[in-house]
C-alpha cells in the first residue's frame, strides 16, 4: 500500500491540457459574448482546477501562475472590471504561458522567465491592486516547528465556549478531547452548564455548555491551535500559555494555516528579484536591464566564437530535443467512457460462454450435431467481430480535439494578416484512431494557414470582387466508407491556373508549350520548393511547404485532393483510414507466396498486349498504360521468387500509385479483399526493404504487406546496378 | 465494518486521489462529480460516514451540496469536509454557514486528509 500520489500525475497533465482547452475556447467565446458569465464560470473553473491538482505534484510555478489568472478571472466574474478586448488578450497569452509552465513541469523543459515575470506583472497591474490575495505558500517553511530537543512541557489553561450550532456541523465536543488527550494530558476539566435552558424549551440540536481545563503537552503551540482548527473562529476561546511564570495569551483569531505541503524544496531566488526586495534597484529598473540583456548565442556571436549558423544549428537541436522529450513523455494512455469498456465485459463474457458451449461440444461430437456446431461457429465469428469493433472503438476519439486549437489560430492569423475570417467548424464528433487524430494537427494546421494567408483576400480586394468582406475558412470532417474525410475550404481567390504553370515552367516541371488538364495542375503546388506566394509572410513560407502535407498525409496512408474554381475558393479534401491497426488490403499471389497490397493505392489492374512493354537503357522495363508509359517491376525478381508466369501478357499487372508516382507491379494472380492487421517487421524481425509490414492470413500463414514507395526505390537501384 | 466516504469533485484526477486515499485507509468510497451527482446518488445508496467535497463544481457547486446534505435526515450530523484553497477565505466561512464540518486546504497531502479526517469522524 503505498500512499503516493505520483501515479496521479499522467492523469493530471491529461486533465490540465483538457482545461487548457476549455480556458482558451472559453476566452475565444467571451471575446465575442463578453458577458456572458456562464462561460466566465466555466473558464474559472478551469483555471481553479489546474491549480488546485498542480500544487498536488509541488507544480508550484504552475500553481502560482494559474492563481494570478484566477484572481483576475473572479474580478470578471464578481462584475468588479468587465472583460475588454485587452484583457481577453492579456488572459489568452496567459494561457499560452501556463500552456509552457505545465510542459516544462511535464517534460522538464525550460520556461522563458522573463515571459512569465511579465505576465505575472500584467496580471497583477490589470487587477488594480485590488485586495491582492496570497498564493499559498508552497515553497515556504513548515509553519509547524521541528519536535524542540528536550521533552519540554508545556502547560495551558484552555476556555472553550464552542457556538451552539456546534452539532448542526456534524462537530462533537468529545472529538477535541480525545484530540486534545492524544496528544498530551488533561486535567481539571470543568464544564459550565449555566446557560442550559429548562428541558421544555432545549433546543437538543443546540450545544448550550462551555468548558474549562488544564493541559500539559510536550506539543507545539500550533499544535494546540490545530486542534481547534475548525471551531476556534466561532468560538469564544483562549488558551493560555503558563511557561516560567510569563503568560501568553492568544484569543481565536485567524491563525496562517497549519499545513504545508512536505516534499517541496524552495528555490534560491534570482539575483534581479533580492535586489529588488532589499530596494537597491526597482522593479522598472531590473526589467530594464532584464530586457537588455543579452542572449549566450548572441554574445557569442558577437565575440566571434561561434557563427550564427553554428548558433541556429544548436537552437534547433535545442528544440528537436525539447519537442522529443515532449514526445518521449506523451503517454500512451487514453481516457475511455465506461460505457464502452462495460459493452467489451459484456461482449467478452459472451465470448466465454461461446467458448464453453464450444468445448462442451468437442468433447462428445457426433457427426449428426453439424447444424448445432456450424451454428456456434457463427456465434463465435459473430462475437469475435463485434469484440474487434469494440476495442478498435476504445482507439476512437472525436476528431474535435484536434480542430479545438484552430480557433485560437484563426483568431491570431487574422489578426496578423489584417483579414477578416470566420471559421466554421462541423462533424468534431466524428470518431478516429488516437495515433491519426495526433499526426493530422500539423499538416491541417498547414492547410489553414495557408487559406488564411493564400487563399483569403484582403478585405478590399473581396469588397472589390462583390464579395462579403468576412472571408470564411470551413473546415469539415465525416466518415466516407471505410476512411475518413476531412475538408479544408475556404471563399477566397482559388489557385491561379497561370501563376501555377509560370513557376512550373520555371522549375522545369514542364515543357513550355504544354497545355496540361487542370487536375493535373493543382498537384504541382505539393511539389517540394514549390510556392507561388509573391512574399514570403511570418504565416507560411518557413520551410515547411504543401509538399510536407503530402507526405504526412500519405505517411498516414491517405491522400490529398484539390477542388479549386478561380475568384471562388479552394477545398483541399483529405482522405485518411480510420485506423493504422488494420488497413484495406488486396491479397496477390506471386508463385507460392502471398502479398498484400494496401488497396488505398491500387488505380486498376490490366492484363497487357504484346508489345506494349519497352526495355529503355538506364530507365529499365516501361509499359505503355494508355500512351502513358510506366515503370514496370516483376514482383518475382525483387523477392528472388519461382513465379508462374514470367511473361507479362499472361501475368497481371497491378497499377499503383504513392505521392504522385505510379508504377506497374507484376504479380501471378489476384487472390481477393481483405482488411489485415498490421504487425511491424522491425518490432518482430527487422526492417525489410519493399516490405512496410507484416501480417498473419486466414490460414495462419504469414503475409508481407507491400511498401509500393520501397519498391519503387528498388527498382531504380537495380537499373542502377 | 469499513466506514463509507462519500468524495465529490468535478476534477477527475483531484477525486481520484482523495478516493485512493481513503481506499487504503480502508474507507468505502463512493465518488460523484457535482453536488447535482452527489444527491442522486446518497439517495439509493450506502448510509455515509463522511462527504468530503470540493466547492467549485458544475451543475451544483459544494455549498449547495452542504446545504442540501444538511436537510436530510441521515446527514444531520455527519462529518462534512469541504476542499478549499488557501485563498478562499469567503468561501470557507460561506461552507462553515452551509454546516461544513471542516475544511482541508489544497495541495494537500495523504496524511493530512487522514488526520483531518480522524479529527472529525465519531469512533
Given amino acids: ?721 | 465494518m469499513s466506514k463509507t466516504a462519500l468524495v465529490v469533485d468535478d476534477s477527475p484526477t483531484m477525486r481520484q486521489m482523495v478516493a485512493f486515499t481513503l481506499t487504503n485507509a480502508g474507507f468505502k468510497v463512493v465518488e460523484a462529480e457535482h453536488g447535482r451527482d452527489a444527491v442522486a446518488k446518497v439517495a439509493g445508496g450506502p448510509p455515509v460516514d463522511i462527504v468530503v467535497t470540493d466547492l467549485n463544481m458544475p451543475e451544483m457547486d459544494g455549498i449547495s451540496l452542504i446545504k442540501e446534505l444538511r436537510k436530510m435526515a441521515a446527514f444531520k450530523f455527519t462529518p462534512i469536509l469541504m476542499l478549499t484553497t488557501e485563498s478562499a477565505a469567503d468561501k470557507k466561512q460561506a461552507g462553515k454557514e452551509a454546516g461544513a464540518t471542516g475544511w482541508i486546504v489544497k495541495p494537500f497531502n495523504p496524511d493530512l486528509i487522514l488526520k483531518i479526517i480522524a479529527k472529525v469522524l465519531p469512533t
Fill in chain 1, 1 to 721: 500500500m503505498s500512499n503516493d500520489f505520483s501515479q496521479f500525475q499522467d492523469a493530471f497533465f491529461e486533465e490540465a491540457a483538457e482545461h487548457l482547452a476549455v480556458v482558451e475556447e472559453g476566452l475565444l467565446a467571451l471575446e465575442q459574448h463578453p458577458e456572458d458569465l456562464d462561460l466566465l464560470n466555466k473558464i474559472f473553473r478551469s483555471a481553479h482546477s489546474i491549480k488546485g491538482t498542480s500544487g498536488m505534484f509541488g507544480f508550484n510555478a504552475v500553481a502560482q501562475f494559474t492563481h494570478k489568472m484566477e484572481t483576475l478571472l473572479d474580478l470578471l466574474r464578481n462584475g468588479q472590471k468587465a472583460v475588454t478586448p485587452a484583457i481577453a488578450d492579456l488572459l489568452l497569452r496567459s494561457t499560452d504561458c501556463l500552456k509552457t509552465l505545465i510542459d516544462a513541469a511535464k517534460t522538464g523543459s525550460s520556461v522563458d522567465d522573463v515571459t512569465v515575470q511579465r505576465l505575472t506583472e500584467e496580471l497583477a497591474a490589470s487587477q488594480n491592486a485590488s485586495g491582492s490575495q496570497s498564493m499559498p505558500q508552497g515553497n515556504g517553511p513548515s509553519k509547524i516547528k521541528p519536535a524542540s530537543a528536550g521533552p519540554e512541557l508545556y502547560s495551558y489553561a484552555i476556555a472553550w465556549a464552542p457556538p451552539d450550532w456546534l452539532f448542526q456541523r456534524g462537530l462533537d465536543p468529545q472529538q477535541i478531547f480525545k484530540e486534545l488527550a492524544d496528544i498530551g494530558t488533561l486535567s481539571q476539566v470543568t464544564v459550565d452548564a449555566t446557560k442550559l435552558p429548562e428541558l421544555a424549551t432545549m433546543d437538543p440540536e443546540k450545544c448550550y455548555l462551555s468548558w474549562r481545563m488544564k493541559f500539559e503537552t510536550a506539543k507545539d503551540r500550533q499544535v494546540v491551535d490545530a486542534v481547534f482548527e475548525f471551531v476556534r473562529e466561532d468560538s469564544v476561546l483562549t488558551i493560555t500559555e503558563e511557561v516560567q511564570g510569563k503568560e501568553l495569551e492568544v484569543r481565536g483569531e485567524e491563525s496562517p494555516s497549519f499545513v504545508t505541503p512536505d516534499g517541496t524544496e524552495s528555490k534560491p531566488k534570482p539575483l534581479g528579484e533580492l535586489l529588488v526586495e532589499s530596494g537597491v534597484v526597482s522593479r522598472e529598473t531590473l526589467n530594464k536591464a532584464l530586457s537588455q540583456q543579452k542572449r549566450v548565442g548572441e554574445i557569442l556571436v558577437e565575440q566571434h566564437a561561434a557563427t550564427p549558423q553554428q548558433i541556429s544549428q544548436a537552437l534547433q537541436k535545442q528544440q528537436d530535443n525539447a519537442a522529443h522529450a515532449k514526445k518521449g513523455t506523451e503517454t500512451a494512455s487514453i481516457r475511455v467512457d465506461t460505457d464502452k469498456i462495460d459493452k467489451l465485459i459484456n461482449l467478452v463474457g459472451e465470448l466465454v460462454i461461446t467458448q464453453s458451449m464450444l468445448s462442451d461440444l468437442g468433447a462428445r461430437f457426433e457427426i449428426n450435431q453439424l447444424p448445432v456446431l456450424l451454428e456456434r461457429m457463427a456465434q463465435l465469428e459473430g462475437n469475435t467481430r463485434e469484440i474487434q469493433e469494440r476495442v478498435m472503438s476504445i482507439r476512437m476519439l472525436p476528431i474535435g480535439t484536434a480542430f479545438s486549437r484552430f480557433p485560437r489560430l484563426v483568431r491570431d492569423l487574422s489578426a496578423k494578416a489584417g483579414k477578416k475570417i470566420q471559421l466554421v467548424l462541423s462533424g468534431e464528433e466524428t470518431e478516429l484512431d488516437k495515433t491519426v487524430i495526433e499526426s493530422i494537427g500539423d499538416p491541417l494546421t498547414h492547410l489553414v494557414r495557408n487559406s488564411a494567408d493564400h487563399g483569403l483576400e484582403t478585405p478590399e480586394e473581396r469588397l472589390d470582387n462583390n464579395k462579403p468582406e468576412l472571408g470564411t475558412i470551413r473546415l469539415n470532417a465525416f466518415h466516407e466508407g471505410g476512411n475518413i474525410c476531412i475538408t479544408v475550404e475556404d471563399d477566397g481567390r482559388g489557385l491561379n491556373r497561370d501563376k501555377i504553370l509560370a513557376k512550373a515552367v520555371k522549375q522545369g516541371l514542364i515543357a513550355e508549350n504544354e497545355k496540361p488538364p487542370d487536375d493535373q495542375i493543382w498537384p504541382l503546388i505539393f511539389k517540394p520548393g514549390f510556392s507561388t506566394a509573391e512574399k514570403v509572410t511570418d504565416v507560411s513560407g518557413r520551410g515547411v511547404g504543401m509538399d510536407v502535407v503530402k507526405r504526412n498525409i500519405e505517411g498516414l496512408g491517405g491522400t490529398v485532393k484539390i477542388k479549386t474554381a478561380l475568384g471562388k475558393g479552394t477545398v483541399f479534401t483529405l482522405k485518411l483510414p480510420l485506423t493504422l491497426a488494420i488497413i484495406e488490403g488486396m491479397t496477390v499471389r506471386v508463385g507460392k507466396e502471398t502479398y498484400i497490397v494496401p488497396l488505398l493505392s491500387i488505380l486498376e489492374s490490366i492484363q497487357p498486349k504484346a508489345g506494349a512493354m519497352k526495355t529503355v537503357i538506364g530507365k529499365g522495363e516501361l509499359i505503355n498504360v494508355r500512351e502513358t508509359y510506366l515503370p514496370m517491376i516483376r514482383m518475382y525478381e525483387v523477392f528472388a521468387l519461382q513465379p508462374e508466369y514470367t511473361d507479362p501478357t499472361k501475368a497481371i499487372l497491378l497499377i499503383l500509385e504513392t505521392e504522385g508516382e505510379r508504377v506497374a507491379v507484376m504479380v501471378d494472380e489476384i487472390l481477393g479483399q481483405q482488411q489485415v492487421v498490421i504487425k511491424s517487421m522491425e518490432k518482430n524481425f527487422r526492417k525489410v526493404d519493399g516490405i512496410a509490414g507484416a501480417t498473419i492470413l486466414g490460414d495462419g500463414t504469414v503475409g508481407f504487406i507491400l511498401d509500393i514507395r520501397g519498391l519503387l526505390e528498388i527498382a531504380r537501384r537495380g537499373v542502377a546496378a
